[in-house]
C-alpha cells in the first residue's frame, strides 16, 4: 500500500520508527513532515495527510501528534476523511471494518513504540466489510455533506 504519513513535533521519532517499520512490511510511504522537534501547529500537518489522502493519491495515511486527538480532529475537517484515533490495535482494525477510516492516527505520549506498530498492522491488513456498514458509513458523509439524515 502507499501510505502517506505526518506528525508534530511530538511523534518525530515515533514517525520514523513507524516509517521504517511500513516500509520493512513491504508497503511504500512519504513522510510530509514535520522533522524537526521545533514546536508546530499540527492542523497544518494533519491536513497536509487529509489531502493527499482525499485526493485518492495514498490508500491511507498515518497521523502522529502528542494524543493523536487534535491531529485527527484537523484531518477530519477535510472532506472525504474519515481519522480514527485509536490507542490499541483492536480499534484500529474495527475503524477500518466497520467505519472505512481511511487515516489512523495515534498519540506518541500516549502509545509506545511496539503498540504503535500494532496499531497500525492491524489497521493496514484490514478490510473495509461493507454491508450493513457501507449505510452508516453513507450517513456520515450525508452529515458532511450537509444532507438531512434524520
Ligand atoms: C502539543 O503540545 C500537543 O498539544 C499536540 O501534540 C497534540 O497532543 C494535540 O492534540
Known sequence: MKIAIASDHTGVELKSEIIK?????GHETDDFGTNS??????PIYGKKVADEVAKG????GVLICGTGIGISL???KVKGIRAAVCSEPYSA????QHNNS?????GARVVG????KMIVKEWIEAKFEGGRHSKRVDLIS?????EKII
Open 113 to 116: 513504540v511496539d503498540l504503535a
Open 142 to 146: 450525508k452529515i458532511e455533506n450537509g
Open 74 to 76: 484537523a484531518a477530519n
Open 37 to 42: 522537534k521545533e514546536s508546530i501547529d499540527y
Open 21 to 25: 517499520y511500513l516500509q520493512e512490511l
Open 57 to 60: 493519491k495514498y490508500d491511507g
Open 93 to 96: 482494525k474495527l475503524s477500518k
Open 102 to 106: 481511511n487515516i489512523i492516527a495515534f
